[in-house]
């Protein structure tokens, strides 16, 4: 028979990502409609090494669903890293009563607590919080769609400036080995090409498509490129060579970077961080340990966290077919 969870410890790691502040919330507000004590972590693993604990309880927690960020801040520890900081952040949960804990993060977030897991069969459930959307194991991770809808307001506006000046603008999203981010933006804001990771085009098919487009009439060109496209070393490189082929292109560079991590999260990353809080606590309680929760086909549902690891993210194929024949 599973220990009893009296008390739940809940901590967010790694890259901030909206949502996380309404996992939060959701992890917190169950814990208190099942009489569970919760205790607050700030700085991620740096914290559990420092004591820097709060007890939380539902008026903590008040007018953050709407927040982005993490008000339990973030940060990365190489101190977890090792076998004598992991020790004392043990140490300091066992002091405190702690009998589990909510890690709310990516991959390098699941692997600490898979670790800290295996060392001291310390009970530990993952919420997946990456605008990336390269987790394993899910359909969406927490902010994804808030990432998404902020690049797609961004490229509607620049290309507003982009057909005033008939330039062709590269416009670099986010999305460190997955595609997810440029492909779904690419297609929701009209670009004229899209180049990810997955499904790599090449410098020729690029220049084709772009020749098309002007043979065609059009005068400004946007082109979504995600930061782990492998076509060229950089997006300033691709621009580089449009220029030395001085072929008339006013070419212009975009990266947006980490506006893409901020802003108020979207009602979808709302929603999802309280439907993923709650199941994350009355897994703990079923006695179950040493999952992520995800959502498949909108199923609320648990994969081990080494499975997380070690899967892959799939770009969906049926959208890169879309996007070629919306950018021919």
């Given at each position: 028979?599973?220990k009893?969870?009296k008390?739940?410890?809940?901590?967010?790691s790694?890259?901030?990502?909206?949502?996380?502040?309404?996992?939060?919330?959701?992890?917190?507000?169950?814990?208190?409609?099942?009489?569970?004590?919760?205790l607050?972590?700030?700085?991620?693993?740096?914290?559990?090494?420092?004591?820097?604990?709060?007890?939380?309880?539902?008026?903590?927690?008040?007018?953050?669903i709407?927040?982005?960020?993490?008000?339990?801040?973030?940060?990365?520890?190489?101190?977890?890293?090792?076998?004598?900081?992991?020790?004392?952040?043990?140490d300091?949960?066992?002091?405190?009563?702690?009998?589990?804990?909510?890690?709310?993060?990516?991959?390098?977030?699941?692997?600490g607590?898979?670790?800290?897991?295996?060392?001291?069969?310390?009970?530990?459930?993952?919420?997946?919080g990456?605008?990336?959307?390269?987790?394993a194991?899910?359909?969406?991770?927490l902010g994804?769609d808030?990432?998404?809808?902020?690049?797609?307001?961004?490229?509607?506006?620049?290309?507003?400036?982009?057909?005033?000046?008939?330039?062709l603008?590269?416009i670099?999203?986010?999305g460190?080995d997955?595609g997810?981010?440029?492909?779904?933006?690419?297609?929701?804001?009209?670009?004229?090409?899209?180049?990810?990771p997955?499904?790599?085009?090449?410098?020729?098919?690029?220049?084709?498509?772009?020749e098309?487009?002007?043979?065609?009439?059009?005068?400004?060109?946007?082109?979504?490129?995600?930061?782990?496209?492998?076509?060229?070393?950089?997006v300033?490189?691709?621009k580089d060579?449009?220029?030395d082929l001085?072929q008339?292109?006013?070419?212009?560079?975009?990266?947006?970077?980490?506006?893409?991590?901020?802003g108020?999260?979207?009602?979808?990353d709302?929603?999802?961080?309280?439907?993923?809080g709650?199941?994350a606590?009355?897994?703990?309680?079923?006695g179950?340990?040493?999952?992520m929760?995800?959502?498949v086909?909108?199923?609320?549902?648990?994969?081990p966290?080494?499975?997380?690891?070690?899967?892959e993210s799939?770009?969906?194929?049926?959208l890169?077919?879309?996007?070629?024949?919306?950018?021919?």
């Amino acid at each position: 028979m599973s220990k009893k969870i009296k008390k739940i410890a809940v901590l967010t790691s790694g890259g901030d990502s909206p949502g996380m502040n309404a996992a939060v919330r959701s992890v917190v507000r169950t814990c208190a409609y099942h009489n569970i004590e919760c205790l607050g972590v700030y700085r991620g693993y740096e914290g559990l090494i420092d004591s820097d604990f709060e007890p939380m309880n539902a008026r903590s927690v008040r007018d953050i669903i709407n927040r982005g960020g993490t008000i339990l801040k973030s940060a990365r520890s190489k101190r977890f890293m090792t076998p004598e900081g992991r020790k004392v952040a043990h140490d300091n949960l066992v002091r405190e009563g702690v009998d589990a804990m909510v890690l709310i993060g990516g991959d390098g977030t699941f692997t600490g607590g898979l670790v800290f897991n295996r060392e001291y069969d310390f009970p530990v459930m993952g919420i997946p919080g990456t605008i990336d959307n390269d987790i394993a194991g899910t359909d969406f991770t927490l902010g994804y769609d808030t990432a998404l809808n902020t690049a797609v307001e961004a490229i509607d506006k620049i290309r507003d400036t982009a057909s005033s000046h008939n330039r062709l603008f590269f416009i670099e999203v986010m999305g460190r080995d997955v595609g997810h981010i440029a492909l779904n933006a690419g297609i929701g804001a009209g670009a004229e090409q899209i180049m990810i990771p997955e499904e790599s085009i090449g410098i020729e098919r690029l220049l084709e498509s772009l020749e098309r487009s002007r043979k065609s009439g059009k005068l400004s060109s946007i082109v979504i490129v995600a930061e782990g496209d492998k076509t060229g070393k950089n997006v300033f490189e691709l621009k580089d060579y449009i220029d030395d082929l001085d072929q008339g292109y006013d070419v212009r560079v975009m990266v947006l970077g980490h506006m893409q991590r901020g802003g108020s999260p979207t009602c979808f990353d709302r929603v999802l961080a309280s439907r993923m809080g709650v199941k994350a606590v009355e897994s703990l309680m079923e006695g179950k340990s040493n999952f992520m929760v995800g959502t498949v086909h909108d199923k609320m549902t648990l994969c081990p966290i080494d499975e997380a690891l070690k899967g892959e993210s799939k770009i969906n194929k049926e959208l890169i077919r879309v996007s070629e024949i919306m950018t021919t």
